[in-house]
């Protein structure tokens, strides 16, 4: 069954509380927006999505936790109709490279008819399914800017 991808927040659908994907990638920034959080490497400052392990430039360990960029552009994008169990399709699934050069894989919130290649975007929250237990699954995702 198909069903329309309602990234909004609707807490009277579920009784159970809504339950983030993977948290520890997403903060509230200090403006109170939704921020990404990577890795910036301590020695040559190469920046990471999710946080690196290993350096990929200088190849050091030593990788610090980093707010990254809150906009970017499309890069690139593709609109998903089969997805894990519980997950709201159609969506678009696609590349943004923030401002700051990071390239972020992520769900972008915005209609097929309106989303194009190099559109301004910008971190947001939504729902993108719904989990075993009838709560929303949320996740970072990227909104028209
Ligand atoms: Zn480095």
Not at 51 to 69: D, F, G
Not at 108 to 136: F, N
Request: hydrophobic letters at 45%; charged letters at 20%.
């Amino acid at each position: 069954m198909s069903q329309a991808v309602d990234l909004a927040v609707h807490h009277d659908l579920a009784n159970a509380e809504p339950r983030f994907v993977a948290p520890a990638l997403v903060e509230s920034g200090a403006a109170g927006a939704p921020r990404l959080i990577g890795g910036r490497c301590a020695k040559c400052g190469a920046l990471s999505f999710p946080r690196a392990a290993v350096c990929t430039e200088c190849m050091s360990e030593e990788i610090e936790k980093t707010e990254l960029a809150g906009t970017g552009r499309v890069y690139s994008y593709s609109m998903v109709h089969q997805a894990p169990k519980g997950w709201s399709v159609p969506y678009a699934l696609g590349y943004v490279d923030l401002t700051d050069k990071v390239r972020v894989l992520a769900h972008i919130d915005v209609p097929e008819s309106a989303l194009a290649i190099d559109m301004p975007v910008r971190l947001s929250v939504g729902r993108v399914g719904t989990g075993p237990a009838g709560e929303p699954l949320m996740s970072y995702t990227f909104v028209q800017a």
